[in-house]
């Protein structure tokens, strides 16, 4: 150990690097961990965090105008940005502490400035410190990518703009078909903004099930958000009012703000990887093993920077196997199937497990089963909004291999149904859980005809 300055160098204190930080210290290794940003990384400071804070406030629209067929007089609401974006920051910044002083607690030394990799085991500051380290955890996470390069890309914004935006777009126009688009398209459509969302393929979310992706869509639209797919930003042209946006087909859309959620890429580029040895993958995140560990034996990497599944909890959980494995002993390797996942989008979304597409290529019979319904609460409101509920059974072996929703709390539904999936409870136990009434989960136990039958036996 002599050789060495610290047990353990983390490169990035977002969810991935500072839990590895913590356990690997609290397992009793010396550990640094450097960040050029803000300490808490994309969930804590432009991702997860923020954007839950957004969906609350856009949410209160509805709200307010449910309440009334509940006998409640609401006077005008109004609204103010800046209020919220002023409050939204005074959290992060809470969180951000919080995690400081954990890793503080943990005796993990915090270094505030960019870190370059020399060799496999010389990690450089930007003051040109140099410092040894026995083992190199990568968790530079990944930062967003706009796509083709088109004339007037400069005007273009992403998500880590559209958290600190001065005032609320009146109009925005929003491209891309994931997560990030969907999500802010239902946060700036709830806090009044006329939305756009311009997607290349046919229909939003691709890979989700398509039942969910069209009902999700027709609830989108019926909030008022216009979708256009098939179609792509072509050029971005500063106007007097706000921009001009020129789609695929040549339309014309004039916004205040223009918002691009094309995806994101892994935060490689400058971190030296090439002195180490290190390799990509062809996604071009790191390319590391089930333990996390690259092709470098003492450099791993863990998170968005890997590009396996971009999520926090995975994340966390990946960077929490590396520190047991690594410093306690204890080689642990994350199981990525069956990660249950939600997008806030209005309404919101809670997946697991294979989609209907999915399932009939793997299986020899597949049962589905789904229900479209009016949910209670908006009986009185009076609200045009329908609950989707889809679960997707093993003909043969009777076990739920996926489970799709889009209503409200679908993501807390979700995170339960989780552990039921994963522990492989078949339809039968499903059937034989007492529904808890009146709720609207409870028709994810009371779905008793099949909506379809695919596969052999289906065809005998
Ligand atoms: P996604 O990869 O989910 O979506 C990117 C979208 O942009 C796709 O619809 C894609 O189209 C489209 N696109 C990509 N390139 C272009 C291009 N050149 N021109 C036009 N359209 C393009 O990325 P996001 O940015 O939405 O989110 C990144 C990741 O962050 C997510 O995948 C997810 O893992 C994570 N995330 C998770 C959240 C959650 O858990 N709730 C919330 C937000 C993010 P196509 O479908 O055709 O490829």
């Known amino acids: 150990m002599a050789d060495f300055d610290v047990d353990l160098f983390v490169i990035g204190a977002g969810s991935g690097g500072v839990r590895a930080a913590r356990i690997a210290a609290s397992h009793g290794a010396r550990v640094a961990i450097a960040e050029e940003y803000r300490v808490g990384g994309t969930c804590v400071i432009r991702g997860c965090v923020p954007k839950k804070l957004l969906v609350y406030a856009s949410r209160f629209a509805d709200d307010f105008e449910d309440a009334a067929g509940y006998g409640w007089h609401v006077p005008q609401a109004t609204f103010d940005w800046t209020h919220l974006i002023a409050n939204k920051d005074r959290e992060i910044a809470r969180l951000e502490a919080a995690y400081v002083a954990t890793l503080e607690r943990h005796e993990v030394e915090i270094l505030r400035t960019r870190a370059v990799l020399e060799d496999r085991h010389t990690v450089r500051l930007a003051d040109g410190r140099r410092i040894r380290a026995k083992y190199v955890l990568i968790a530079t996470g990944a930062a967003p990518s706009l796509g083709a390069d088109i004339a007037g890309l400069q005007h273009v914004i992403t998500s880590n703009e559209a958290f600190h935006l001065p005032s609320l777009p009146k109009r925005i126009l929003i491209q891309g078909g994931g997560y990030i688009a969907v999500e802010f398209a239902g946060i700036f459509n709830g806090l009044g903004s006329e939305v756009t969302l311009v997607y290349r393929g046919d229909n939003i979310l691709r890979g989700f099930d398509d039942d969910l992706r069209a009902h999700l869509r027709g609830e989108m639209e019926r909030r008022g ?54 390799t990509l993958a062809a996604n071009g995140g790191i390319a590391v093993d089930g333990y996390s560990r690259t092709v470098v034996d003492n450099i791993y990497a863990v998170g968005d920077v890997t590009n396996r599944v971009n999520l926090t909890p995975v994340a966390i959980r990946e960077g929490h196997a590396f520190a047991d494995t690594v410093f306690g002993g204890k080689p642990v390797r994350v199981d990525h199937a069956n990660v249950p996942t939600a997008v806030f989008s209005e309404p919101e979304c809670g997946v697991i497990g294979l989609t209907e597409a999915q399932a009939r290529q793997h299986c020899e019979r597949v049962d589905i089963y789904k229900t479209t319904f009016r949910p209670m609460r908006a009986t009185l409101s009076g609200r045009d909004t329908r609950v989707f509920m889809k679960l ?60 379809a039958s695919y596969g052999r036996a289906a065809a005998e």
């Open 392 to 451: 997707v059974v093993d003909g043969i072996t009777d076990k739920v291999l996926g489970c799709h929703i889009v209503g409200a709390d679908a993501g807390e539904m979700i995170q339960v149904l989780g552990i039921a999936v994963r522990m492989g409870a078949t339809k039968a136990d499903f059937d034989a859980t007492m529904a808890v009434h009146p709720t609207m989960s409870e028709e994810l136990v009371t779905m008793r005809e099949k909506a």
């Open 225 to 278: 958000i216009r979708i256009v797919t098939r179609q792509t930003v072509a050029s971005v042209d500063k106007v007097e009012h706000g921009f001009c946006t020129t789609l695929s087909d040549n339309e014309e859309v004039v916004v205040d703000q223009v918002m691009f959620a094309t995806g994101r890429k892994p935060h490689v580029n400058g971190l030296g990887l090439e002195a180490t040895g290190v």
